[in-house]
């Protein structure tokens, strides 16, 4: 049981507070309801690039990491398809300098050249590294595009194209700022060593100042419901084949989302998974698979990836894999592994709230999705799953007609 | 408005670490067991430690190989009701081995701890390592190291290894597609049998420890006794090769992963304290020189970092990152010129005050729950070292000035000693 506390500033900003004496840190995080589905789509990557450049000095602080640095904290930020979400970790006793420096920055960023120029190049060489200079690493972005038409989960956080983020220009990093970045546009949780008198009464201070901006309501094409399975080849210089399928699903809030995350778990939580024991362990198809729901707010998918052994037939291999996934609609023997992912699930919530960053991250996160409580309730949405719901869902989405397969073949002869 | 936006709230010095030493409690048999108190949730991590790492195997992929056939099979249990049951009562299991050690670490609730101790007996003193399961095992093992060759920052650092300790080192060996086909059962029977045993194994438990865990440890792993005598391999001096540089290119590449750096002191030597701040200053931290320097001013890489590490019979200190082949001449020139004037230009005052807080709020991270005081104990108990290491580290920390660091980055980083690759 995770208890908080929660207030809203007159500017709209949300704050939650988790107090736990047993550290001498404090963890907070600030999260912005902005990622890379609000970006133009001739513009993909700018919600991930604009996160670089909220380290490079704010209106009235020209640096942000050394006056963090000189308190003893620490900190990083991410950014998906939904959020873009700031953490640091901090000595109780010097908290104050995280609300210093978290609200200048909402406030006004300090828009450089010069730092706009520089994070270009270091954003463009994290394209290189981890997309393009990677055996596989491009998969993703193949697999999204194929799967979505007109939603902007088509393309990743980093963007689609790294030219698009070399383009981008000191206008369009101003109007980004203005219209994402706000109080009532965020959510900022602390967990730790702090009351939660405290944490509201600094956060008034800080935050209170600012003004709400005019953020305006999302309005994003909806994709349409897939008829027909799509398929793609691609030949690469890789050392062996890889089979990548995305299935659509709903959106976080559906009811079945839960279902989904059980669904994958029985196929592929932890080396117990289906699809490990009988396509790697058993049958020799693949060195390794693994299958997962990529848990977006807007409707995502069940992401299933597998690299093959050599010599293996891929057409041969994705038959197996479909036999692995109708195999759930049969009940002989489904009802233990059931309960074993359930506990495994209560056991991973246990785990994650012993660490204070963490439970800040999921607070606001849950926070966004609707309430905070829900870190303490999802586990029963997932307890509450059946085996129905199971081959209900996996008869309605997990097949041929709303799937796109990828054949991430090897052009090495050998193979 | 009392307060001006462009000042720093008050800073207040950073709280001093309360550092406990775990308590010690031998097993019937002598086995040691290390029991630190912490947390609130109802959990502890419960690790399994043995000198069962790459130094000992007398060919590659042994040490490896053992450590993960563990969980394949036992006595009484196959592979797959192993994973099974460790799934079904919510237990993790992590098989860890590294350059000198091999372990098994379990997270797990304490109402299964009796359950998952059982088992973990089973998975670490009665394994029947089938060889079915080790075929396909040394199979995908394979596939994987396929694909992690092609990764430049693997590779990279695989020279580098192998040009700092030498080809014959267990330290520097290279694993090559050969070696998987030497790897057989009757080998990883005989490395079990010579390192997994009670007189080369300690226990570090954290969390909210139950009351009756000695007496059910005792019951599981107290009442009999195994012991291995291994001579070490006399084939264990550290030469490194001839030739410092190796430069390799990868077709198709579109980065080049640089390494530079080369074997040091490890942490039973008191310079290695003030090391860690040298280190640290260098490219230890998001503001370190080499960020500010490589990334924040010039823009050729999406990090850039250093570390100093401590081995049993040896430490290195290396510098990583990966930039754009155009790109890597002018990135080598500018380390070796950072490195250079941390010998020559004393650090500004300002700077090393950020350094030192930025490293005591660090200390507070590495003991702050349970996970992270097992692993911090773990680090120090290898070398034979106590807490007192972190003691002297955070004094180091506090009382270090620019003279010292002169004298540090002279004596531990004379450039002509480097080794530099670059690959890709």
């Not at chain 1, 919600?47 to 963090?68: Q, R």
């Not at chain 1, 998906?80 to 920055?105: A, K």
């Not at chain 1, 959510?187 to 009464?201: C, Q």
């Not at chain 2, 040490?63 to 799934?87: K, R, V």
Request: charged letters at 25%; proline letters at 4%; aromatic letters at 10%.
């Amino acid at each position: 049981m995770v208890k908080f506390e929660r207030c809203s500033l007159n500017n709209g900003l949300r704050i939650i507070v988790h107090e736990d004496r047993s550290t001498p840190l404090v963890a907070m995080n600030i999260l912005y309801n902005v990622g890379s589905r609000d970006e133009d789509p001739e513009m993909t990557g700018l919600a991930h690039l604009f996160e670089h450049l909220m380290f490079g000095g704010s209106k009235n602080i020209p640096d942000f990491d050394t006056p963090l640095l000189m308190v003893g904290g620490e900190n990083n930020a991410f950014t998906n398809n939904d959020i873009t979400n700031y953490y640091l970790t901090i000595p109780s006793v010097n908290i104050e300098t995280g609300f210093w420096l978290e609200s200048d920055r909402m406030f006004e960023l300090d828009f450089s050249q010069k730092n706009l120029d520089i994070q270009r190049k270091v954003v463009s060489e994290e394209f290189n590294q981890r997309y393009l200079n990677q055996p596989y690493g491009d998969a993703m972005l193949i697999l999204r595009a194929l799967a979505y038409n007109v939603h902007p989960y088509r393309w990743p956080a980093i963007g689609r194209d790294v030219n698009h983020i070399l383009k981008v220009n000191l206008r369009n990093i101003k109007d980004f700022f203005f219209s994402h970045y706000s109080p009532d546009n965020a959510i900022l949780s602390l967990t730790g060593n702090i009351s939660a008198d405290k944490a509201f009464r600094l956060s008034e201070k800080w935050f209170g100042p600012i003004e709400k901006r005019n953020v305006k309501k999302r309005i994003l094409p909806a994709e349409p419901k897939q008829m027909h399975e799509r398929k793609l080849i691609v030949e690469k210089d890789v050392p062996s084949s890889a089979l990548y399928k995305a299935w659509h699903i709903g959106p976080r809030e559906s009811p079945d989302f839960h279902t989904f995350d059980l669904i994958t778990d029985l196929l592929a939580g932890g080396d117990s998974g289906r699809l490990y024991n009988t396509l790697v362990r058993e049958k020799k198809l693949f060195s390794e698979i693994n299958a997962y729901i990529t848990s977006d707010i807007d409707p995502g998918l069940v992401i299933l990836s597998g690299k093959l052994m050599n010599n293996v037939n891929i057409k041969e291999a994705e038959k197996e894999v479909d036999n692995v996934i109708t195999g759930l609609l049969e009940k002989q023997g489904i009802l233990k592994e059931m309960e074993k992912v359930k506990n495994k699930y209560e056991a991973s919530a246990v785990f994650s709230n012993t660490n204070i960053l963490n439970k800040a991250m999921t607070l606001a996160y849950c926070e966004l999705l609707g309430d905070a409580e829900l870190i303490n309730r999802e586990i029963e949405s997932y307890k509450a799953v059946t085996h129905e719901m199971v081959v209900d869902s996996v008869s309605n989405s997990l097949i041929h007609s709303n799937c796109s397969t990828l054949y991430y073949n090897s052009k090495r002869k050998d193979v | 408005m009392n307060y001006k936006k462009n000042i720093q709230p008050n800073i207040f010095p950073i709280n001093k670490l309360s550092l406990t030493e775990p308590v010690l409690t031998n097993l019937n048999n002598g086995v040691p067991v290390y029991q630190i108190e912490s947390g609130s949730e109802d959990i502890v991590r419960l690790e399994f430690a043995f000198r069962a790492g790459q130094i000992k195997e007398n060919i590659p992929l042994l040490a490896s190989t053992t450590n993960s056939m563990l969980t394949e099979g036992s006595a009484n249990y196959t592979s797959e009701e192993l994973n099974h049951i460790l799934d079904f009562y919510g237990a993790f299991v992590n098989p860890y081995y590294d350059k000198d050690h091999a372990s098994v670490v379990f997270f797990i609730l304490n109402k299964h701890l009796e359950k998952i101790l059982e088992l973990s007996r089973e998975i670490l003193f009665a394994p029947i390592f089938p060889e079915n399961e080790l075929n396909a095992l040394m199979k995908n093992r394979f596939q994987w190291y396929m694909v992690n060759r092609e990764k430049v920052n693997n590779r990279a650092n695989d020279l580098f290894f192998e040009s700092a300790f030498g080809k014959n080192h267990p330290y520097g060996r290279q694993v090559t597609e050969d070696d998987f086909k030497n790897i057989t059962q009757n080998s990883i029977i005989d490395f079990h049998k010579n390192y997994y045993s009670h007189n080369n194994m300690a226990v570090i438990i954290s969390g909210k420890i139950p009351g009756i865990t000695i007496s059910l440890l005792n019951r599981f792993f107290g009442e009999t006794f195994t012991e291995s005598r291994v001579e070490d391999h006399p084939d264990n001096t550290i030469t490194d090769q001839d030739n410092q540089k190796l430069h390799i290119k990868k077709k198709g590449s579109i980065q080049t992963a640089i390494r530079i750096g080369s074997t040091t002191i490890n942490k039973r030597n008191p310079d290695y304290t003030g090391l860690k701040v040298l280190d640290s200053l260098l490219g230890g931290y998001f503001g370190s020189r080499l960020m500010k320097n490589i990334r924040e001013e010039k823009g050729y890489t999406y990090g850039i970092n250093s570390c100093i590490s401590s081995l049993d019979l040896s430490g290195y200190k290396l510098i990583s990152t990966e930039v754009s082949r155009k790109n890597v001449r002018h990135t080598i020139e500018e380390i070796y010129r950072e490195i250079s004037n941390l010998q020559k230009i004393p650090v500004e005052k300002g700077e090393l005050t950020v350094v030192k807080n930025y490293m005591l709020g660090e200390m507070l991270r590495m003991f702050d729950g349970p996970f992270a005081l097992a692993d911090s104990f773990k680090a120090v108990w290898e070398y034979g070292l106590d807490n007192n290491y972190y003691r002297r580290l955070a004094e180091k920390i506090r009382t270090i000035d620019q003279d010292e660091i002169i004298l540090l980055a002279k004596k531990y980083y004379n450039i002509d000693e480097l080794h530099e690759i670059t690959y890709g």
